[in-house]
Nanobody
């Protein structure tokens, strides 16, 4: 399984970014997918999750600002981020759970300037 994130970058506070995660596994449609993030000096934390059935949940601080979505035909997961804040600065990771195994991407850096 290979997960490749992209779409990170530098953005001003209040701006938007769209992260993508391309998955190589053909079982993508049966996978539980999520985004996590890790800020410098902090633990990796949950951001958002979407089940194989399309049910989405979000960490409280991103509710109403971030939207997680998936395209099973393209084996792709997205995270649309809006109203970005400096505290959203982190490396964002894609996570896939398939057949009980957990896989992580290499991460993409998001930096929000004030």
């Amino acid at each position: 399984v290979q997960l490749v994130e992209s779409g990170g970058g530098l953005v001003q506070a209040g701006g938007s970014l769209r992260l993508s995660c391309a998955a190589s596994e053909t079982g993508f449609s049966d996978s539980d997918m999520a985004w996590y993030r890790q800020a410098p000096g902090k633990q990796r934390e949950f951001v958002a999750r979407v089940t194989s059935g399309g049910f989405a949940v979000y960490e409280d601080s991103v509710k109403g600002r971030f939207t997680i979505s998936r395209d099973n035909a393209k084996n792709t997961l997205w995270l649309q981020m809006g109203s970005l804040k400096p505290e959203d600065t982190a490396v964002y990771y894609c996570r896939q759970i398939i057949q009980g195994s957990v896989y992580w991407g290499q991460g993409t850096q998001v930096t929000v300037s004030s």
